[in-house]
T-cell receptor, first 116, second 113 residues
Framework: AQKVTQAQTEISVVEKEDVTLDCVYETRDTTYYLFWYKQPPSGELVFLIRRNSFDEQNEISGRYSWNFQKSTSSFNFTITASQVVDSAVYFCALSEAYTGANNLFFGTGTRLTVIP | DGGITQSPKYLFRKEGQNVTLSCEQNLNHDAMYWYRQDPGQGLRLIYYSQIVNDFQKGDIAEGYSVSREKKESFPLTVTSAQKNPTAFYLC????????????FGPGTRLTVL
């Protein structure tokens, strides 16, 4: 069965610090997809990134970067020079291709608080 | 503007009453989903639909029902059989192909008194 673990329940950082959110996953499928979503206080989930299991290249988008390592089944998310607007709950999610559906299995989320 | 709308944002019901949550999308997506979120927990899949007139149970379907009569609409009914219905409900849609990201609505917070 699939599983996504976000061991960090809550993290607090001071503005401009860097912060890394951890995500570890389990799957028996060889083809799968990993996602990160942001949930601000308004409640709506905002898509941040998708990676497929065959693409281990790290990705950078502005202050955001993602480190995908199949050897450790991890897909970590780093925010550089954090800002107050980054305060939110961040979810890592997994989708397995063998199901034939596009269903997501979510971790329990990490609440990030950026202190001004 | 393309997107997903859910109404109402807040909903209060008495115990024992059925209640229907609305979800509409104009993204022309085939697939739609309903999730439940409880405090401190991730999202759990209730039902999903990959095409009109077809839907499948997710991980926690008991006490819920859905319909998919139109591509744009995927309403969720929380029945009186749902033992603990107070939660935040999120609707999502995506293209049907595997690996596509899901787009989420603003959610409905249901409180059963």
């Amino acid at each position: 069965a699939q599983k996504v673990t976000q061991a960090q329940t809550e993290i607090s950082v001071v503005e401009k610090e860097d912060v890394t959110l951890d995500c570890v996953y389990e799957t028996r499928d060889t083809t799968y997809y990993l996602f990160w979503y942001k949930q601000p206080p308004s409640g709506e989930l905002v898509f941040l990134i998708r990676r497929n299991s065959f693409d281990e290249q790290n990705e950078i988008s502005g202050r955001y970067s993602w480190n995908f390592q199949k050897s450790t089944s991890s897909f970590n998310f780093t925010i550089t020079a954090s800002q107050v607007v980054d305060s939110a709950v961040y979810f890592c999610a997994l989708s397995e291709a063998y199901t034939g559906a596009n269903n997501l299995f979510f971790g329990t989320g990490t609440r990030l608080t950026v202190i001004p | 503007d393309g997107g997903i709308t859910q109404s109402p944002k807040y909903l209060f019901r008495k115990e024992g009453q059925n209640v229907t949550l609305s979800c509409e999308q104009n993204l022309n997506h085939d697939a739609m989903y309903w999730y439940r979120q409880d405090p401190g927990q991730g999202l759990r899949l209730i039902y999903y639909s990959q095409i009109v007139n077809d839907f499948q149970k997710g991980d926690i379907a008991e006490g819920y029902s859905v319909s998919r009569e139109k591509k744009e609409s995927f309403p969720l009914t929380v029945t009186s059989a749902q033992k603990n219905p107070t939660a935040f409900y999120l609707c999502a849609s995506s293209m049907r192909l595997e690996g596509n990201e899901q787009f989420f609505g603003p959610g409905t917070r249901l409180t059963v008194l």
